[in-house]
């Protein structure tokens, strides 16, 4: 299947302080991807949907202001965490889909955030 | 909400047949249907996908009737690896996928 990266795969980091996660299609173009969220023993929470070149469409509940996404290109999206706080730990996961074989979505492998 | 409904947990011996029933009873003619597997803390893994009728790849089998309300993925012969959360979903075309609970596999020897 199509290869999704995600860089951290893991972050500690101060309360207060910012935090850029990476979401790389490595073997495909993905115009549009998705980041979720997920806390311990529960399923994955859509958070945003990013649109290369254009604005993010956030989920209800989710601040746009705190949780900044950028589509820079059709292989890059990127999800910074603003002014973390304890609360934001948690496991942040991106997909993309594949246009090519009916939209089959491939998941990067996740990034655990812990802010202290 | 999640369009799906699955069992919260199974129970499973190395070498047995496990067959996972999914309902969703208010598919769309647009939905597709899709399987993926997670490990903790991992990314989701893609396992299936079908739209109707019988689809099979090299892990695993997925089984949709007619009315497409409901459909069954089908793990032949499981293995402590497979001990995983296995997640139904039905999703249109270019459309996030809404996760609901899924179900825990636990395979035993």
Known sequence: GAVVSQHP????CKSGTSVKI????????????FWYRQFPK????????????????YEQGVEK???????????????????????????????????????????????????? | LAKTTQPISMDSYEGQEVNITCSH???????????????????????IQGYKTKVTNEVASLFI???????TLSLPRVSLSDTAVYYCLVFQAGTALIFGKGTTLSVSS
Not at chain 1, 9 to 12: C, E, L, P, Y
Not at chain 1, 42 to 57: D, F, V
Not at chain 1, 72 to 94: N, Q, R
Not at chain 2, 36 to 41: A, G, I, L, R
Request: some cysteine.
């Open chain 1, 9 to 12: 795969s893991r972050v500690i």
């Open chain 1, 22 to 33: 990476e979401c790389r299609s490595l073997d495909f173009q993905a115009t549009t991807m």
């Open chain 1, 42 to 57: 529960q399923s994955l929470m859509l958070m945003a949907t990013s649109n290369e070149g254009s604005k993010a469409t």
């Open chain 1, 65 to 116: 202001d705190k949780f900044l996404i950028n589509h820079a290109s059709l292989t890059l999206s990127t999800l910074t965490v603003t002014s973390a706080h304890p609360e934001d730990s948690s496991f942040y996961i991106c997909s993309a889909p594949v246009t090519e074989s009916t939209d089959t979505q491939y998941f990067g492998p996740g990034t655990r955030l812990t802010v202290l």
């Open chain 2, 25 to 47: 009873n208010n598919i769309a003619t647009n939905d597709y249907i899709t399987w993926y597997q997670q490990f903790p803390s991992q990314g989701p893994r893609f396992i």
């Open chain 2, 65 to 71: 009737p007619a009315d497409r309300k409901s459909s």
